[in-house]
């Protein structure tokens, strides 16, 4: 003999009994398999957020070592235009002494010349 269901619908026997039971069995299996569902969505969410996570961070590193090469970039270029200009600067300074002596030397010249008449 069975034993007899007492569940909130009463005292079950027989039919009515393996009938609730098989219900309550199904709500059970149906609880597990939504609470695994659920954890295979939060699986995936976290999956899909440490690859934005990552993504993110790739995207960063790029961007810094961009910034890093601009900013060398510029520093080479600011140190080319200095550099340049020094040179600039000599050359003309260079150029003025050059005017100078050549003056000199022909001031020079014409005192020789006058003096020797």
Known sequence: MLDVYLGTEGVLTGSSRLSQETREKAAVL????????????????REVLEA????????????????????AEEIA????????????????RADQNEEVASTKKQHRSQDGKNTKR
Request: glycine share 2%; no cysteine; net charge positive.
């Open 30 to 45: 149906e609880r597990r398999q939504e609470a695994e569902r659920r954890q295979r969505d939060l699986t995936r969410k």
């Open 52 to 71: 934005r996570i990552t993504a993110l961070r790739k995207e960063f590193e790029v961007e810094q070592e961009e910034s890093a090469t601009v900013g």
């Open 77 to 92: 270029s600011e140190k080319f235009v200095a550099d340049s200009r020094e040179a600039m600067a000599r050359s003309r």
